[in-house]
Structure formats: C-alpha cells, structure tokens
C-alpha cells in the first residue's frame, strides 16, 4: 500500500471508537452538571497568536508547532493547544458582555511535531476546561474538583494530583532572580536544555527530567516559599477548598508549566501507570493571557488533559469493562425474493429505534446466521416467501436459542418487552 498516516498520527478505528465515545460522553456529561458549554474553534488560527499566546521561548513555539503558508501568504498555525484559541474567542466575540463568568469545556484535536512515542504523539486529543473572569481560588478549585471527578468516575484511583504557586507579576520577578542566583555557579554542569532556559524562563529548569538537573536543583528556592500576601493567601485558600471537598493532593513546588502566562495555581494530575509521559493532565491560571492578546485584563484559569493518555491508563488498570454497542437484530432473508421485502422491515425496526442490521452481500441463509453470531446479536430474525406471504417473520431468540412466528406489526412490542426483561 502507498500511502500511510503520518508518524504520531493515529487513526481511531471502528473497534475502538467507542472507548473513546465513552470517555468523550463521560466528560460531556459531568461538564454539563458543573455547568460547562462547549466551545469549538477552528484548527487553524494566525500563527502570530499562539506565539504571543504561549510564548516564543517555549517548546511548542520554539520548535513544535505546525506552521504552513496558506496560498495568499498568511501564516497559520494548527493549534498546538487551546488556551489561547479560546481566550482570542471570547475577546473576539466579546463574552465577557453576556455573564461576569463564562465557564467552557472542549474536546479537540491538537498537533504538535514530536518525537512520536508512547503517549506522545503528533496529533492528540485534550479534553479541557476554562473559566474566564474570576481571580479567585474558588474558579482554581471548580476545575480542579472536577477534573479530580473525572478520573474518579472513569474508575482511575491511581492518580496524584500535585498543586503548586507560581506567584504574579509582583513576586515572580525577585524569585527570578533568586533562582538565577541559585544556579549561575552551576551553569555550565546544567543540561543543553536548561542552560537555554535560564535567562528567559529559569523556573522550567525545576521541572527538567534530566538527572543531573534535578541533582543540581535540589535545594534551589522554590516559589511558593517567596510568594507575595495576595499570592499566599491565594494559594492557602485554594488548598482549604480542595481539602474541605475531600480532593487529595501535594504541593510541589517543582511544578511550573511550560508557558509563560501562568499566574499562582499550576497543578498536574500524574499516573504512575504511564511511564515517562506520565502526565494525565494539567492547567493553571492564566491572568496574563487576555492582555497579551490584546485584550482586557481578565483573570482566568483552566485545565488541559491528554485523552490518549487517559485511555492507556485505563487500559494498563483493566478498567474499561463497556462493550461496543452491537446491533441488537440481524435480519436474515432465505431466498432473494424476500430480501427487499425484509429490508422494509428492517427500517421499521431502525424508525422505531431498534439497532438493526441486515444482509448487504447477497449471501446464503446460512452465512447470513453466521453473521449474525458474529455480531453478537440478541435477535435474528428470518423469513422466507411463506413468512412474507403471511406477513410475519421468524424471531429467534440468540441467548435462549427460542424460536417463533411474529407478526410484522408485533415485532417491535415483542423485542422491546424481552429486552425490558433482563
Ligand atoms: P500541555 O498542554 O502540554 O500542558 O498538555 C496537557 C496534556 O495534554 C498533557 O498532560 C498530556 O496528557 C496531553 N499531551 C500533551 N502533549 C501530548 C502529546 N504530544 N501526545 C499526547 N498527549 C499529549
């Protein structure tokens, strides 16, 4: 075959599609209880906002980034993430006219040229949740309580959520140049990476995975042991709301993001279950973001989760137990004559909301049975020129093995009241 997806690329096909459905719907649902609405934007924006909106020194922008000229030489940017899409939406769009605070959830595609590997891939899915207008703790603690929520009612016991301050405007900068001052005699012993980030964003190099850095930042000053009043009380705030809901967490002060909008909260929620790439999700307050685009001053915060990821840990736990929805009837014609004629009772049986399939390959009455079985179907239903002359069917029961005539106009009522029986 010649052509093939692109490395990182994954299709999602027809045997997996409802895992993801799950997952998807589970997610809807608990968003619409917390009192979320969808936002969809498109795929592409200006590439311009997202390297405003995340940051130029960042991994994404600096080297990550799917970035095209389109025919009238613009440059777009597939969304590497969705933050700034959504904050360019509601600025747009003026949102902040219709409710003081608008809560918003999506499910999207993002891309990102990586290094394709277990958890890591070109194009992703996030699920993700914002809330535009509140600088308080209690919009921190919505997102992380139902994110928390999420994983629990996907069955995932198995996840640390780690929560962290990475202070404001006032106290970032003089914590800078603590963190500076901290690692300049080792400048030199710290990794290719680091050394690049300390003099724009010195704070990454407290979550670089690389041994050495961790062993030379041991005791570098932390944040959230240098944060101002506001910035403190933010963040005790924050942990006595996730504390009186019952939502377990640590605070560590190596949890920094990678973007440079972050204000105060920066949280992950991680699974031992993924290896490396072991972050399920992660989010943050984003009080700068609006401003940067252009924008008012409006504080935010929200939260980004890998479903990829989410779905290898719910395989690693077994604990994906849903089947994928099988039709309920098969249809099955014994002779040619009959087929079209079944295939109108078929539609009947579709209009009346009854999962049905029937035969689309002309295939012997026997091979039609075989079909059926292998669609794990609870009801075969059979006719031939005597049933049709009769105007009935033969409905066989697939887990009793029953077998008996029904009439055209009582199949429906039959089947619906033996499903209503289990
Ligand atoms: P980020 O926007 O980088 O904070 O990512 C938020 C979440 O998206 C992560 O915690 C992962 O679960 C997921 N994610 C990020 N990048 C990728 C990727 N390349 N492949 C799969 N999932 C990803």
């Given at each position: 075959m010649k052509f093939k997806s692109i490395p990182g690329a994954k299709d999602i096909l027809p045997a997996e599609s409802h895992r993801w459905q799950h997952v998807e719907q589970t997610f809807r649902e608990l968003s619409h209880r917390y009192n979320f609405r969808e936002i969809r934007t498109p795929v592409f924006e200006q590439t311009e906002l997202f390297a405003r909106g995340i940051g130029e020194l960042t991994d994404i922008v600096g080297k990550e980034m799917y970035t095209f000229r389109d025919r009238s030489d613009n440059s777009l940017t597939l969304k590497p993430e969705m933050t700034a899409a959504v904050v360019r939406a509601y600025l747009q769009h003026n949102l902040e006219q219709?409710?003081?605070?608008?809560?918003?959830?999506?499910?999207?595609?993002?891309?990102?040229?990586?290094?394709?590997?277990?958890?890591?891939?070109?194009?992703?899915?996030?699920?993700?949740?914002?809330?535009?207008?509140?600088?308080?703790?209690?919009?921190?603690?919505?997102?992380?309580?139902?994110?928390?929520?999420?994983?629990?009612?996907?069955?995932?016991t198995n996840v640390e959520?780690?929560?962290?301050?990475?202070?404001?405007?006032?106290?970032?900068?003089?914590?800078?140049?603590?963190?500076?001052?901290?690692?300049?005699?080792?400048?030199?012993?710290?990794?290719?990476?680091?050394?690049?980030?300390?003099?724009?964003?010195?704070?990454?190099?407290?979550?670089?995975?690389?041994?050495?850095?961790?062993?030379?930042?041991?005791?570098?000053?932390?944040?959230?042991?240098?944060?101002?009043?506001?910035?403190?009380?933010?963040?005790?705030?924050?942990?006595?709301?996730l504390t009186e809901t019952r939502v377990l967490y640590?605070?560590?002060?190596?949890?920094?993001?990678?973007?440079?909008?972050?204000?105060?909260?920066?949280?992950?929620?991680?699974?031992?279950?993924?290896?490396?790439?072991?972050?399920?999700?992660?989010?943050?307050?984003?009080?700068?973001?609006?401003?940067?685009?252009?924008?008012s001053n409006v504080p935010a915060v929200g939260v980004a989760g890998g479903i990829e990821r989410l779905l290898l840990v719910l395989d690693a736990e077994n604990l994906f137990t849903g089947n994928e929805v099988a039709p309920v009837v098969y249809l099955a014609a014994a002779d040619n004559e009959s087929r079209t004629w079944l295939y109108g009772v078929t539609q009947m049986l579709r209009k009346s909301g009854i999962p049905s399939d029937t035969d689309l390959m002309n295939r012997s009455l026997k091979a039609q049975m075989r079909e059926a079985s292998r669609q794990n179907v609870r009801f075969t239903?059979?006719?031939?020129?005597?049933?049709?002359?009769?105007?009935?069917?033969?409905?066989?029961?697939?887990?009793?093995?029953?077998?008996?005539?029904?009439?055209?106009?009582k199949i429906v009522d039959i089947i619906n009241q033996k499903q209503s029986e289990n």
């Open positions: 219709q409710q003081p605070v608008t809560k918003m959830y999506y499910l999207a595609p993002m891309f990102r040229q990586e290094r394709p590997q277990k958890g890591r891939l070109r194009q992703f899915h996030q699920f993700g949740l914002e809330i535009i207008g509140s600088p308080h703790p209690e919009a921190d603690a919505e997102i992380i309580v139902m994110t928390a929520e999420y994983y629990s009612l996907l069955g995932i959520l780690k929560i962290n301050s990475v202070g404001c405007q006032e106290c970032r900068p003089a914590y800078k140049d603590k963190l500076k001052e901290f690692l300049s005699p080792h400048l030199t012993e710290l990794s290719q990476d680091s050394q690049r980030r300390f003099d724009a964003n010195p704070l990454r190099i407290l979550d670089s995975k690389d041994e050495r850095d961790s062993r030379l930042t041991a005791d570098a000053p932390l944040q959230k042991d240098h944060l101002c009043t506001e910035c403190s009380d933010h963040f005790s705030r924050l942990q006595e709301i640590t605070v560590d002060g190596r949890i920094v993001r990678g973007l440079d909008y972050y204000t105060k909260t920066a949280f992950e929620f991680i699974s031992s279950a993924l290896g490396s790439q072991d972050a399920l999700s992660g989010g943050g307050r984003y009080d700068l973001l609006a401003k940067e685009l252009g924008g239903i059979i006719a031939g020129s005597d049933e049709r002359n009769r105007n009935e069917v033969v409905l066989k029961d697939m887990e009793s093995g029953d077998q008996s005539p029904v009439a055209v106009d």
